[in-house]
């Protein structure tokens, strides 16, 4: 069986990311293609920026922050990026929670949830392939770009997808799901 883990990259007061993250979830949940789907938000996680003596190349972790956030990452085996779009580029949490490991990722797919004003997040998803790929990841093609993301907020705070929404995170879940099964030798060896 597979899990799922979906990290929140916006850390900001009065990010969306927990109400995108949250419709993800229910979504990965009604898809059934893992087993357990978990949502991870950095905000929680806390992570200092870098702060390791060592390569994360090398495992060798001094801090319990970075071996709980080791676990966290290894016990997946794909995962969805939830992520803003700060200034053309993906936010620095989530290249800092990227950068404190190494082996962790290896092997895993990658789909990209991203929102923003008029680009949705592109231009921040199609940054991030450049390091994911070069940790041995798998960025699924298939994605999910919100433009002006707070039009899909309710009152509630809760995210009401529209039909392309939904039809974009089916395909990202569908290929997540075909690319983990793929992948999953590779990480046995």
Same mark, same amino acid.
């Given at each position: 069986?597979?899990?799922? @883990? ?7 007061? !009065?990010?969306?990311?927990? &109400?995108?993250g949250?419709?993800i979830e ?7 293609g893992?087993?357990e789907?978990e ?5 929680e /996680?806390?992570l ?10 090398l !495992?060798?972790y001094t801090?319990?922050?970075? $071996? ?6 290894? #016990? ?8 803003p779009?700060?200034?053309?580029g993906?936010?620095?949490e989530l290249k ?5 490991l190494?082996? @962790? ?7 990209? /949830? *991203?929102?923003?004003? /008029?680009a949705? !997040?592109? $231009? ?9 790929t ?7 093609? #298939?994605?999910? *770009?919100?433009?002006?993301? *707070?039009?899909?907020?309710? #009152?509630d !705070? ?5 039909? #392309?929404? &939904?039809?974009?995170a ?7 799901? $075909?690319?983990e099964?793929a992948?999953?030798?590779? $990480?046995a060896?």
């Amino acid at each position: 069986m597979s899990k799922l @883990e979906i990290i929140i990259a916006s850390t900001r007061p !009065g990010r969306v990311g927990p &109400q995108v993250g949250r419709w993800i979830e229910d979504a990965a949940g009604a898809h059934g293609g893992f087993s357990e789907v978990e949502m991870v938000d950095l905000a929680e /996680v806390d992570l200092p920026f870098m702060n390791e003596p060592h390569h994360p190349r090398l !495992g060798q972790y001094t801090h319990d922050h970075t $071996r709980r956030w080791s676990e966290k990452v290894a #016990e997946a085996d794909a995962f969805a990026f939830v992520m803003p779009e700060y200034n053309y580029g993906y936010n620095a949490e989530l290249k800092n929670a990227i950068d404190y490991l190494h082996h @962790e990722w290896k092997y895993k797919p990658v789909g990209l /949830v *991203s929102y923003g004003g /008029v680009a949705a !997040g592109t $231009r921040a998803a199609q940054m991030i392939k450049q390091v994911v790929t070069t940790l041995k990841m798998t960025p699924v093609f #298939e994605a999910v *770009s919100i433009p002006f993301v *707070s039009q899909f907020l309710a #009152e509630d !705070g809760t995210l009401t997808p529209n039909e #392309e929404m &939904q039809t974009a995170a089916k395909a990202m879940l569908e290929e997540l799901a $075909r690319t983990e099964s793929a992948l999953r030798p590779l $990480r046995a060896t």
